[in-house]
């Protein structure tokens, strides 16, 4: 097989979608929230701290020219670069943290903000490059500790360091809102000539600098861009911006560090990874090399390995590790392995987490971890996990940290079942509507109360806890009641996040064949063709800014644009009618997921859309929580995961004509599947999933 690497367009969903014009089922999909993919280019390493590219302030990386908004198409501003910045997020809405640390810029001479245009632009995995109007060019690569800049200057310049950098451009603070915050305390030490060390406090949390410039000729610090004598500055107001400037008589060299301990781990940081800018990039680019080729593929179209090396790599971005030091806030672990960026678990509970859980198991058990530490500490699943204290989004979902352990843990996860079921026990007690009622105000959180006792229910029985077994499974059984029987679908007497009851009402809950009972297979199967789209007309997409599709009263399937209601094609196939989730599916590659700037449908969260594609082009899908698979419907001949307990499971696809879309017969391990789906656990202990194809339904 040749490199993924030449295939990854590390600009893929960017931008504002660029999508064919749907036709068919795809046709009758309404987006509900905004129309861009908000991906970041920034060169990275997978689930790495650090990253660097161009900072334009737009929202929500920092880069690119729009402005928030939550449903059509994005608007725009004017968005000149001011410099290269940190700890870009990939993906996401609304979470209220947006880094963009240690903005940096290169000039010829002078203190003042840079505002230039990029000329040229390129990236690949783990590097990144633009040329501004000015001529100057810069580079960025990383490691697992540090940011390299490298700035072609020729006749030499000035590389400005702003520390008091943090989230959005002032420009777009609209709506009463605010996307960029100054520290509320900070100071910065000129080291020598060409070293300079800083902290600040961002939303309550302390960041520790560490700068070096090679071959620097001299160094002064500033404060609002005029410099200052002396070699120590501390922040006198919270207005104020403040860093540090280096002179070169040529091209320079820049390695940033950021710590969450103090400076001198910062300074450790440097002063362990000293190698060359080239021999940076060389070894990211092998570390991606790695990580992308956990997943093979046979296939001989160039466009479908584009589209789904693309995704791999958008999925594998976020969340990010800092490696040997504590990296979640007033939470301290010998082995530093802790991550941040889970913003949100709403988002990447269902695709982007068992992939990760699948294929690589340091990252897994370090989020494993993670969830479980601060579970423990405050009692209730977090949603959002952010550099930013008070920053949770509990309206979206609850205890979404059971449903991600029980993944893990079906998975052979180094986990103790055992203390996933006494986080269950203490996260429940917090629940107190729940356990008094069996209701919540959101019928959605019933619905994931009774998905995440389920799933540790088996836990506990399978770790002999029969009393918490009992109870969990006798609770779960409980989800019955969100649901109006009239009508098959869950109640209107509920608040629904990005959604309606309709997008809600076909998700893969722990009793689908109950589920289906309870609605009449008959009846399911027309209001899934209705949700669909299959017997209605098609629909337009909102064009305007903030304008909320749902007030159009059209109970629609939202097209992969949002997380909401992603896996309910496979609702189908509880009903007996995997021809449907066929159709669904292919549409959805062909009219969904393109190549390019505009190639994803909507906020990529995390790699929340991204990993979706990439479940849907292999043709199988996970189902959070649950020891399940479900087939789909593949894009490729043959595809072989390496898993993250060494052995292989292997996807074989026979007659895969682009006309062949349904699966007409699948055996895993030689054996036939009757009901297109499989355990996770025969997945993750090897095998060969056999898929044969037809261009019509079986």
Excluded at 48 to 77: D, I, Q, W
Excluded at 369 to 374: A, F, G, H, I, R
Excluded at 397 to 406: D, F, G, H, P, Y
Aim: proline share 4%; charged share 25%; with cysteine.
């Amino acid at each position: 097989m040749k490199s993924p690497l030449k295939y990854v367009n590390v600009f893929h969903g960017c931008d504002t979608i660029d999508l064919p014009r749907p036709e068919g089922v795809a046709a009758r999909w309404l987006f509900v929230k905004a129309q861009c993919g908000n991906t970041t280019p920034a060169a990275v390493l997978p689930f790495g701290k650090m990253s660097v590219c161009a900072y334009t302030g737009g929202y929500p990386t920092g880069y690119g020219n729009r402005r928030p908004n939550s449903c059509g198409r994005p608007r725009e501003f004017d968005a000149p670069v001011s410099g290269f910045s940190h700890l870009h997020v990939s993906g996401t809405g609304a979470i209220h943290a947006y880094y963009n640390f240690a903005l940096t810029s290169a000039v010829r001479e002078g203190l003042l903000p840079i505002s230039e245009r990029i000329v040229e632009e390129r990236g690949e995995p783990g590097y990144y490059s633009a040329t501004l109007s000015s001529g100057v060019k810069f580079e960025g690569t990383v490691s697992r500790s540090l940011a390299y800049h490298r700035y072609t200057l020729k006749e030499g310049g000035v590389i400005r360091i702003d520390f008091a950098n943090c989230g959005l451009s002032p420009a777009l603070n609209d709506f009463g809102r605010r996307y960029y915050d100054l520290p509320s305390d900070g100071a910065v030490t000129l080291v020598s000539d060409s070293r300079v060390t800083a902290h600040a406090t961002f939303k309550g949390i302390p960041l520790y600098f560490a700068a070096e410039v090679s071959a620097a000729d001299s160094a002064t610090l500033w404060e609002d861009y005029v410099a200052i004598s002396y070699k120590e500055y501390i922040q006198k107001k919270s207005t104020s911006r403040f860093g540090a400037a280096f002179c070169v008589g040529g091209d320079a060299v820049l390695r940033m560090a950021i710590s969450f301990d103090s400076c001198d781990s910062a300074e450790k940081m440097l002063d362990a990874d000293n190698r060359s800018f080239d021999e940076a990039r060389a070894d990211a680019s092998r570390i991606w090399e790695e990580y992308l080729g956990r997943i093979e593929i046979d296939t001989d179209d160039v466009e479908l390995l584009e589209n789904f090396y693309s995704n791999l790599y958008h999925s594998l971005v976020k969340p990010a590790s800092g490696e040997g030091e504590s990296f979640l806030y007033d939470i301290k672990k010998a082995d530093g392995r802790f991550y941040y960026d889970l913003g949100t678990l709403w988002d990447m509970y269902k695709t982007a987490l068992p992939l990760i859980f699948t294929l690589y198991g340091k990252e897994g058990e370090g989020i494993a971890e993670t969830l479980l530490t601060l579970t423990e500490k405050y009692k209730r699943s977090p949603i959002n996990v952010t550099l930013a204290e008070n920053n949770d989004c509990p309206e979206q979902a609850r205890m979404l940290t059971e449903i991600c352990l029980a993944d893990y843990y079906l998975r052979g996860g180094r986990v103790s079942g055992e203390r996933i079921v006494r986080v269950a026990e203490s996260d429940l007690s917090t629940h107190t509507d729940f356990l008094n009622t069996g209701l919540t105000e959101r019928f959605t959180h019933v619905l994931d109360i009774c998905d995440a006792l389920s799933a540790v229910a088996k836990i506990a029985g399978e770790c002999g806890m029969l009393e918490s077994a009992d109870r969990f499974k006798s609770l779960a059984a409980g989800w019955r009641r969100v649901y109006d029987e009239g009508t098959g679908l869950l109640g209107e007497g509920s608040r629904y996040y990005e959604g309606d009851n309709y997008n809600y009402s076909f998700r893969l809950q722990h009793d689908m064949e109950e589920r289906v009972k309870l609605c009449g297979r008959e009846k399911f199967v027309s209001l899934l063709d209705g949700f669909f789209g299959f017997t209605r007309e098609p629909v337009e997409q909102s064009t305007l800014p903030e304008l909320d599709p749902l007030g159009f009263g059209i109970h629609s399937f939202e097209g992969f644009n949002n997380e909401s209601d992603m896996e309910a094609p496979y609702a189908y196939s509880f009903a007996g009618r995997h021809d449907r989730v066929c159709e669904v599916l292919s549409a959805a590659k062909k009219y969904m997921f393109t190549l390019g700037r505009g190639g994803l449908p909507g906020n990529n969260d995390s790699g929340a859309l991204s990993s979706a594609y990439v479940w849907s082009f292999l043709g199988i899908h996970p189902v959070a929580g649950q020891d399940l698979m479900m087939v789909g419907t593949p894009s490729h001949n043959g595809a072989t995961l390496k898993l993250m307990n060494g052995k292989e499971f292997e996807i074989k696809v026979y007659d895969n004509y682009s006309s062949h879309i349904y699966v007409k017969k699948a055996l895993l391990c030689g054996r036939e599947i009757k009901n297109y789906s499989f355990s996770v656990r025969d997945m993750m202990a090897g095998g060969v999933l056999e898929l044969y194809m037809s261009d019509s339904p079986a």
